[in-house]
């Protein structure tokens, strides 16, 4: 059963992922820049699924990271050499505030699912702690 649960909150991420990458452009076509968009909302999908899973929260951050860094080469790739492995070798030269939205997407991609983690680890604690 637990690797149902674990399937749920993987296709919660990859759910509120795609909505992410997807609401990003929207809001970059409105004039706003909201990259913390795909890696944020990748977290609150996972976050819609319990699972006991620590490990987790760390798949979701390392995807959370990669969507966050996918999306902005899509947006803005760099003039010289559009390739993204090019954008990969050079993202110490993005501007601060990218940095910044891209690691904010990053730590609620990471933090939600393994609080929600942890939250479950609790519960089962208790459970168990009352039935003795």
Not at 13 to 40: D, E, H, I, R, S
Not at 68 to 85: K, Q
Not at 115 to 121: F, G, K, L, P, Q
Request: hydrophobic residues 55%; positive net charge.
């Amino acid at each position: 059963m637990r690797w149902k649960q674990d399937c749920l909150v993987l296709l919660g991420a990859l759910v509120g992922g795609a909505l992410g990458y997807a609401g990003f452009f929207w809001l970059a076509g409105q004039g706003f820049y909201g990259l913390v968009l795909p890696g944020g909302l990748l977290g609150c999908g996972a976050g819609l699924f319990q699972s006991r899973s620590g490990y987790l929260g760390v798949v979701c951050g390392v995807l959370a990271l990669g969507l966050g860094l996918f999306a902005e080469w899509r947006f803005a790739p760099f003039v010289a050499d559009g390739s993204f492995g090019f954008f990969l070798a050079h993202w110490r030269q993005l501007k601060p505030i990218t940095l910044v939205m891209i690691a904010v997407g990053t730590l609620i991609g990471f933090g939600i699912p393994f609080s929600r983690s942890r939250d479950a680890a609790a519960a089962d604690r208790r459970a168990s702690a009352g039935a003795a």
